[in-house]
Each structure stands twice: as C-alpha cells, then as structure tokens.
C-alpha cells in the first residue's frame, strides 16, 4: 500500500490476539456487545522497554461483528501506542478501550508495564489487541518488521476459525503443538505464554 508515494507493508508480521474463553467460545451471548468478550477490557503489556513514539487516544468504539464505521488514516488502528524500542523497531499496539491508555508521548516503559487496556476501536469487528513490531512509529507510514517470543507452548491450531467468529466453540486441532523458543506463532496456532 503506497503511502505518501512510498509502498509501505506495515502489517506484514501482525497478529491479531483474541482469548478463547469459558466453553471454548469467544464470546458469550450474541457478541453484539464489547461486554460479550470475556477479555475485553485486559490490560496490555509492554513487550519491551523503550519510549513512547506515538499514541492516538481519541477513537470511538466499534461495534462487534458489524463493519467498522467512521474510519480514516489517522484512527485505523483506533486508541493506540507505538514504543520506539530501539535500533529503528517500534512495537505497535492498536484497538485499545477508549480513555485507557495509561502512557503519553515521551514517557519511558518498562517490559510488562500496563500501558492501556484491550477493546474495540478503530478498523476492527471484534476486541483484540493487534501487535506488531515496524519500522517507525506510524501505523500505516512503517513496514512491518519480523519479530519472535522468547518462548511460548501451543496447544495445536484453531481447525474452525471461521465458525468461532461466528459464535462456535473452538476445535484446536493438535497441529503444530508443542513448546517453542525464539519463534513467531502462526496463523491460527493457539499460544499459551505461562
């Protein structure tokens, strides 16, 4: 995607982190309400330390399973921070609950200090926290960086993602399950950082 004449991929090693809840479900009742999401309203941690290079704290929420509505450039990634983590790496934290971010351009961060909560804004049908690491502090104006978790253990792969949006309980399949170190989890694999 050209942006200001340049061709930027910023999403390029992205996830888009959602909790399999209670019963397998991602959400509980029709999932027409941010209040639907267990997870919903979790804090979000700092992957890093580092410094705060960006933060938008003025969109709106969206409503879940429905199209976004009254997105532009500068609200994309709704409520959000970018942390220059250094060497040129900005981590970007985006669609977070309105009124909850915690830090402001400038400030220092600590890995695993809270800086917001997890919601619902910006270009988004459901709460998540979209993560990824890129090369400025722009969400759109970046490429987007490869990037790896020290460890973490997957219990298989998500084999109906397409029917949990919708409401199903989650069939994780034993594909690709295991513990990992210096890795990226794929699409669809279910990760368990404790």
Do not use: C
Not at 15 to 42: C, H, M, N, P, Q
Not at 116 to 145: E, I, Q, R
Not at 164 to 170: D, K, R, S, V, Y
Not at 185 to 190: G, K, T, Y
């Amino acid at each position: 995607m050209p942006v200001n004449g340049t061709p930027r991929v910023p999403e390029r090693f992205a996830i888009d982190w959602v909790r399999i809840g209670e019963g397998g479900k991602l959400y509980s009742g029709d999932g027409s309400k941010v209040e639907d999401f267990a997870y919903y309203g979790t804090e979000v941690l700092s992957v890093a330390p580092g410094t705060v290079a960006n933060v938008y704290d003025e969109a709106r929420t969206q409503v879940p399973n429905a199209d976004p509505t009254g997105i532009n450039t500068e609200n994309i990634g709704g409520d959000m921070v970018a942390v220059d983590i250094g060497e040129g790496r900005y981590a970007f934290y985006a669609h977070m609950r309105p009124g909850s971010i915690r830090v402001k351009l400038g400030d220092r961060v600590k890995t695993g200090q809270v800086i917001g909560l997890l919601g619902n804004t910006g270009n988004t049908t459901a709460p998540h926290l979209h993560f990824h690491v890129m090369d400025g502090p722009s969400p759109l104006d970046a490429n987007g960086l490869p990037y790896v978790f020290r460890a973490f253990r997957s219990t298989g792969t998500l084999g109906n993602e397409a029917a949990f949006e919708t409401g199903a309980t989650a069939e994780v399949t034993p594909r690709l399950a295991g513990d990992y170190e210096a890795a990226l989890p794929l699409n669809n694999q279910v990760v368990d950082f404790e």
